[in-house]
Structures are given as C-alpha cells and as structure tokens.
C-alpha cells in the first residue's frame, strides 16, 4: 500500500502564505507525476498544480503568479509554495501521486483555510 504523507496546511489570512508538502515513497517518486489538487465544499476536486519527474509545471489559472510546485529527489517530497492567498483558495488540499500508465494514489488531504 503506497502512503503519501501531507503536511502544511491551517488557517492564515488573505494575502499570506503557506507550504504544503507531500512525501512519497522513494520506488515511485523518481517515476510519478506529482501534483496537488483541492476540494472546497460543494465543488468538485480540482487541479491545482503538477510536476513531471522530468521538471515540467502544469498550474490551474487562477493559482499562475501565485503558487509553485517543487520537488526534492533526495527527499522524494513535491511542495506546493502558496503565496498571496484568497479566501477562494480554502479547501482540502490532497497530493497525487501518478505512475505513467499505472495507478494513482492520493494523500489524506490537509485543510488550507484563508481568512479575509
């Protein structure tokens, strides 16, 4: 059973910030795409942010300017940086972890709150 451990998330005011983490295990994270999405209440899970064992950024529009997604290799941990942050961006924020034509797998998901 793969486990992708998150931390990171609270409650901050609009226009502060945040880093989330997600560490994966070290036999998939060299392989995986990694990436972020949220689910506010009422909505449907969305994409936030991905990034490619081989470096490439995929950004949701309305997070582009304001967050980055990164990765560690040594640490096999992705991270999403949230600056500016809206109370739009409240949600439960969940890490993915997708093997190339194999499964997916999902965190148990951190609350991110902004208050305005």
């Known amino acids: 059973q793969v486990q992708l451990v998150e931390s990171g998330g609270g409650l901050v005011q609009a226009g502060g910030s945040l880093r989330l983490s997600c560490a994966a295990p070290?036999?998939?994270?060299?392989?995986?795409?990694m990436g972020w999405y949220r689910q506010a209440p009422g909505k449907q899970r969305e994409l936030v942010a991905t990034?490619?064992?081989?470096?490439?950024?995929n950004y949701a529009d309305s997070v582009k300017g304001r967050f980055t997604i990164s990765r560690d290799t040594a640490k096999n941990t992705v991270y999403l940086q949230m600056n500016s942050l809206k109370p739009e961006d409240t949600a439960v924020y969940y890490c993915?972890?997708?093997?190339?034509?194999?499964?997916?797998?999902w965190g148990q998901g951190t609350q991110v709150t902004v208050s305005s």
């Open positions: 990034h490619t064992s081989g470096g490439s950024t």
């Open positions: 993915n972890s997708a093997v190339p034509g194999g499964p997916s797998y």
């Open positions: 070290r036999s998939i994270f060299r392989i995986t795409v």
